[in-house]
């Protein structure tokens, strides 16, 4: 009997070593490590060259290189076309491995575009949410040499050309387009909006006198500010941004407006969810750096870090948002 049943306990404990060599070689194979990209990450801006996105995007890529944060690189590529569109039809038809390796930067137009345009068959809410960066901010911005200092004299230069006023912003219906759309019906204005590719082609138009007022973001009017080209007039924010002391918020003209931009990096919907943890992982690294916390301060950047359930829950209200929005400008039906 002792026999037998020494047997059993040493066939049993052969069976547990064996499982447990098994576990410890698959582990150390890799079969059961966490997903890693096994190639180049292609790295989508929906905007141009120069502008807060592109910036942005080419800033995290450069903290994620410098750091080794991934095994593979990130490699930038500009998609600007149709306000995004471009863009978004090229992530939102990814499938398999390269689902897996291609994210994009994103801004409001991920909301827009869609809402303007269904015949792309893109819904942006089935996305996948790594991070949301930021929130950017904008400032109502005129040339030196306009000689208006305040939105006062920029209503009433504005009156006085009537349609001839023009606005020059990135995209047709986009963030910029939403902006001029408020001040011509707050101020009784007559703006014309003129659309571009990218916010850096839309701050050297106001800064070659081409243009006679633009909205940007901070980081893409921030050149010529400091050079003394253009001049802040008003934030469109709840308060006054700490690098333009001198530009009051439009709720402090009377005007219950504010407007910010969302700074997210997504990926395709048919992302894996272990690539989007790996991401997911990627991009809080990349938050939590002093080189982003820097850029963040300088640029005027505001909000938390969010993803997952918290991201899609801020499309959704953002995307609502923007659809009345489009409603009330009559770039869409309701």
């Not at 869609?114 to 792309?120: A, D, I, Y």
């Not at 209503?155 to 006085?160: I, S, W």
């Not at 707050?186 to 990218?198: D, E, H, Q, R």
Request: proline residues 4%.
């Amino acid at each position: 009997m002792r026999t037998l049943t020494n047997r059993i306990f040493v066939c049993c404990a052969a069976a547990v070593i064996g499982v447990a060599f098994m576990t410890a070689s698959a582990v150390t194979s890799g079969a059961y490590a966490a997903w890693e990209p096994n190639k180049p990450v292609e790295f989508v801006i929906m905007a141009g060259k120069g502008g807060g996105a592109d910036k942005m995007a080419r800033l995290m890529q450069s903290i994620v290189e410098k750091h080794k944060m991934s095994p593979m690189p990130l490699l930038p590529v500009n998609k600007p076309g149709g306000s995004g569109a471009e863009a978004l039809v090229h992530l939102n038809g990814k499938k398999g491995a390269d689902a897996d390796h291609t994210i994009m930067v994103t801004l409001n137009s991920f909301y827009t575009t869609p809402l303007r345009q269904p015949g792309l068959g893109v819904d942006s809410l089935t996305f996948a949410p790594i991070a949301r960066m930021a929130e950017d901010t904008f400032l109502l911005w005129v040339h030196k040499e306009s000689g208006i200092t305040d939105v006062d004299g920029f209503v009433a230069a504005a009156k006085a050309k009537g349609n001839n006023w023009i606005m020059a912003g990135t995209g047709k219906a986009s963030e910029d387009n939403l902006l001029t759309d408020f001040l011509n019906a707050a101020y009784g204005l007559n703006i014309k909006y003129v659309p571009y590719k990218g916010g850096g082609t839309v701050a050297k138009q106001l800064a070659g006198q081409h243009a006679n007022s633009t909205v940007n973001n901070p980081s893409e009017a921030e050149g010529f500010y400091k050079a003394g080209t253009v001049v802040a007039l008003a934030a469109f924010t709840d308060k006054r941004l700490p690098a333009f002391p001198e530009a009051p918020t439009f709720k402090e003209l009377g005007k219950d407006f504010e407007y910010y931009m969302q700074r997210s990096v997504v990926g395709a919907p048919k992302m894996s969810a272990e690539a989007l943890a790996y991401y997911q992982g990627l991009f809080k690294a990349v938050f939590e750096s002093a080189e982003w916390q820097k850029y963040r301060t300088d640029k005027s950047l505001r909000g938390d870090l969010i993803s997952g359930d918290a991201m899609k829950a801020y499309w959704q209200e953002n995307n609502e948002r923007h659809r009345q929005m489009l409603i009330k400008m009559g770039a869409i039906k309701g």
